[in-house]
């Protein structure tokens, strides 16, 4: 457990490219978050 604690650390303090996948991350999760919303609602077909 904490080896995996370590790896996650280390790579969110990568810098540009930590931030990159963070960004990345949030906004696919937004997305979906969004896109089953809009689906709840019947939005779409």
């Known amino acids: 457990m904490r080896h995996i604690e370590h790896q996650t650390r280390s790579f969110a303090n990568r810098g540009i490219a930590g931030k990159w996948q963070w960004a990345a991350n949030t906004a696919l999760v937004t997305a ?4 089953v919303g809009a689906v709840t609602l019947g939005l779409f077909p």
């Open 32 to 35: 979906a978050f969004i896109f």
